[in-house]
């Protein structure tokens, strides 16, 4: 049984910065793609941040510059740093990866709340 359990969410203010991590776990052979959704209140599920095992990465066009991920493959896991945080950044963040284990699937974390507020 595969696992991904993200953390690291929390209250900031505008200008802030916050860390979120996801670790994997279970039967994993090997992870292709690890990355972050977010969903804000009334808005679709949209892609933030992904990164592939070789370390090319992509960012959705309003968070570059301001957000880094970053991926330990010897420990299966992904973190997200977020800096410079607008309030337009409040949201549920979600951590993703495309696993095999052995057949390919795509797993979800169980979301960690984000809220950038003054």
């Known amino acids: 049984q595969v696992q991904l359990v993200d953390s690291g969410g929390g209250l900031v203010q505008p200008g802030g910065s916050l860390k979120l991590s996801c670790a994997a776990s279970g039967s994993i052979f090997s992870i292709v793609t690890m990355g972050w959704y977010r969903q804000a209140p009334g808005k679709q599920r949209e892609l933030v941040a992904r990164i592939t095992s070789g370390g090319s990465t992509n960012y959705a066009d309003s968070v570059k510059g301001r957000f880094t991920i970053s991926r330990d493959n010897a420990k299966n896991t992904v973190s997200l740093q977020m800096n410079s945080l607008k309030p337009e950044d409040t949201a549920v963040y979600y951590c993703?990866?495309?696993?095999?284990?052995?057949?390919?699937?795509?797993?979800w974390g169980q979301g960690t709340q984000v809220t950038v507020s003054s």
């Open positions: 993703n990866a495309d696993i095999r284990a052995p057949a390919l699937r795509n797993y």
